[in-house]
Nanobody, 121 residues
Framework: QVQLVESGGGLVQAGGSLRLSCAAS????????MGWYRQAPGKQRELVAT???????NYADSVKGRFTISRDNAKKTVSLQMNSLKPEDTAVYYC???????????????WGQGTQVTVSS
């Protein structure tokens, strides 16, 4: 009943920037913690950045100072601004959200389909 759709991925040169966006739709009463994860070839999916319902952010050490996560509760979106991109950032990026679908808890865990980010050297 909840769908997350990512956009903004693509090919960029090292040092460049991309902005990923994730739009949520469906039965949504409240969006709680949201985040971005990524999975590179041969590696496990890893946390990139999270943002709580109160706006508290956390970042993987590898992206601190370069990436910024933000959210817009009215628009039901979460974004990831990626600057100073490195080849090591190449991965499929996934949007994640904890969504409460009714006034009565609990919430549930939802994932987008992923969007490819490729950074050339």
């Amino acid at each position: 009943q909840v769908q997350l759709v990512e956009s903004g991925g693509g090919l960029v040169q090292a040092g460049g920037s991309l902005r990923l966006s994730c739009a949520a739709s469906g039965r949504i009463f409240r969006m709680n913690a949201m985040g971005w994860y990524r999975q590179a070839p041969g590696k496990q999916r890893e946390l990139v950045a999270t943002i709580t319902g109160g706006g508290i952010t956390n970042y993987a050490d590898s992206v601190k100072g370069r990436f910024t996560i933000s959210r817009d509760n009215a628009k039901k979106t979460v974004s990831l601004q990626m600057n100073s991109l490195k080849p090591e950032d190449t991965a499929v990026y996934y949007c994640n959200a904890r969504v409460q679908t009714a006034i009565q808890p609990p919430d549930g865990d939802y994932w987008g389909q992923g969007t490819q980010v490729t950074v050339s050297s």
